[in-house]
């Protein structure tokens, strides 16, 4: 891929990866960026590195602007190996004058490289370097996404790298937001932070309120992952301001794996009485939706509506993995609600309730259970569930 000058004397040199399918759970079907970003000043800095695996298109990045050998530092805002991957190759190559990270960071680097004697300086908030035209002010961001997390500010370019945070995993071969289909764009930036970033929204909300009091003038957000900002900053800013806030639309989805349809046949009953009562919902079958992009659903969702069988006195596997995934994430201001069919002992309900008490949803009742097939008498009954929580939703949801 060609580099590409974001900002004068600026440059991308990170990497497209079109072909990765998983990310720790998370499905990303049109692959990812690994970002990083080379400064030609009187000191060259190396912002990030990129994924061991694509160390060789960092490098031949770099090579198209510079000896390697000539950049004096490098920056690591964040030690996560999609973007430390190549650090080792980096520091053998470069032999860098200084290493910046923060203090945190200086302890991840320790774990996961073991140095022997790399030039590794701690910086904190506030701190900044001098490339020569131009400084660089950092920002700890601990826990955006890992404890070392940090930004680099860049005031006399108005330009804020931003790590993980803003990110997407989406592959193109543009740079930019205003280059690709912005609900596109928009779409994957949900996904992200539905699926990284949802669990620290309160530390999101304090980091949006603290950059807001710094006045940061910024006219362009470069995360580590995806397009750069430059034409929709607010956009983006509004979107994290919401995801962060919890809003929720008049919607809600009710979520189910099934056996023998029994629990299939319920949820549809229970749809078609949320949807009676002016409510948007939508039905996801486990088994056809990743659960990456049901996180992305459950984002902008004010109910949840769960579902299974009892399989083995407990749940089917795939509501179990679900329910797994979801609780790490840790969605709040949900109203919750669980049904299914059993054959005997029934306990599937009160699994998938217990799961979301433990979330605190507030939970609408204490959940229907059908044993085996469902008829039309009790499908009535499911529908006037879904009725009671499509009012439910109505009342306490924001729009
Ligand atoms: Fe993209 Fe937390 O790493």
């Known amino acids: 891929m060609k580099t590409v000058e974001i900002k004068e004397n600026i440059h991308w040199v990170g990497a497209i990866d079109w072909d990765v399918r998983d990310f720790h759970g998370y499905s990303t079907y049109q692959g990812t960026t690994y970002n990083a970003f080379l400064v030609m000043d009187e000191k060259i800095a190396l912002f990030d590195t990129v994924k061991k695996t694509h160390f060789s298109d960092l490098l031949h990045h770099i ?3 510079t000896d390697p050998e000539k950049i004096d530092y490098l920056v690591i805002n964040h030690v996560e190996m999609d973007h430390s991957g190549s650090l080792p190759e980096i520091v053998q190559r470069v032999k860098p004058e200084k290493i910046f990270c923060s203090q945190m960071g200086r302890k991840a680097i320790e774990q996961h ?18 490339l020569g035209s131009r400084t660089v002010q950092f920002l700890e961001t601990r ?19 931003s790590s993980d945070a803003f990110g997407q995993h989406y592959a193109t071969s543009e740079r930019f937001d205003d280059e690709v289909d912005f609900s596109t764009l928009m779409g994957h930036s949900a996904k992200y932070y539905a699926n ?11 980091l949006l309120a603290k ?3 710094m006045g940061l ?8 992952h995806g397009v750069v900002w430059r034409s929709h900053i607010r956009d983006i800013l509004n979107a994290y301001d919401d995801w962060s806030q919890n809003k929720s639309g008049r919607r809600a989805l009710v979520i189910y794996d099934t056996m023998w349809k029994s629990t299939k046949k319920m949820a549809r009953a229970i749809a078609t009485g949320i949807s009676m009562e002016d409510v948007s919902v939508k039905l996801i079958d486990l088994a056809y939706n990743h659960r990456s992009d049901v996180m992305t659903d459950i984002l902008g969702a004010k109910a949840v509506v769960l579902g299974s069988p009892t399989l083995n006195n407990g749940l089917l596997p795939r509501m179990a993995g679900f329910l797994m995934y979801m609780r790490g994430l840790r ?8 049904f299914g069919s059993y054959g005997w002992s029934g306990e599937a309900v009160k699994l998938m309730n217990n799961a979301m008490e433990e979330m605190k949803f507030d939970m609408i009742e204490s959940g229907l259970r059908h044993k085996y097939v469902p008829d039309h008498e009790a499908l009535q ?3 006037e569930m879904g009725r009671r929580i499509g009012r439910a939703v109505r009342e306490q949801s924001e729009g």
Not at 148 to 161: G, N
């Open 63 to 65: 090579h198209q602007l």
């Open 211 to 213: 950059v807001a009091d």
């Open 196 to 206: 990284i970033l949802t669990l620290f929204s309160p530390l999101i909300r304090k």
């Open 143 to 161: 826990m955006l996404h890992w404890p070392d997390s940090m930004f680099s500010y860049f005031p006399d370019d108005k330009l804020l790298l």
């Open 113 to 130: 490289f073991h140095p022997k004697d790399w030039p590794l300086v701690e910086v904190k908030s506030g701190d900044s370097i001098s």
């Open 331 to 338: 969605p709040t201001n949900k109203l919750g609600a669980a």
């Open 381 to 383: 009954e499911c529908v």
């Open 217 to 224: 003038e910024i006219d362009m957000i470069a995360p580590d």
